[in-house]
């Protein structure tokens, strides 16, 4: 199986291409292959890295936006991966191997999860603690 493995600059696709390959190493990885290889049938998987390591940059968030735009606009489907060290490789082996049923959904309180159970737990609690006349801490 052929993965090609993207992101923005310093988001680890280096590192999670060489974790790929010692855990499964029967799989054909292009560690941020070239646009002109990045074509429709090319990769049976596209992982693209998430911008969720601390003090990412604009000039990443720039590059991430035009990376999803490259791979909108030719018709790649792709997978976002988030979490650090295991946590990562867990979420790409996820995407490359899909377990039967849903995966696991996040359970804590986070600003960035887009879970909709998540954030409707997260803004019914505040609303009910400034209700109650105690402001969020």
């Known amino acids: 199986m ?36 990045l074509t429709p049938g090319a990769y049976e998987r596209v992982l693209l890295m998430g911008l969720d390591l601390p003090g990412h940059t604009p000039a990443q968030q720039e590059a991430d936006a035009a990376l999803r ?32 049923g849903p995966p696991p959904r996040w359970t804590g309180i986070c600003e960035k999860c887009a879970d909709p159970d998540c954030e409707f737990r997260l803004f019914t609690a505040l609303k009910n603690s400034t209700a109650a006349g105690h402001p969020p801490s």
């Not at 735009?69 to 060290?85: E, K, R, S």
């Open 69 to 100: 735009a490259q791979l909108t606009a030719m018709g790649l489907g792709f997978g976002v991966v988030y979490g650090q060290g295991p946590q990562r490789l867990r979420a790409a082996l996820r995407l490359i191997e899909p377990q039967d």
């Open 2 to 37: 052929k993965i090609a493995v993207i992101g923005a600059p310093a988001t680890g696709k280096s590192r999670l291409a060489q974790d790929l390959a010692l855990h499964l190493p029967e799989l054909q990885i292009g560690d941020a292959p070239s646009p002109d290889t």
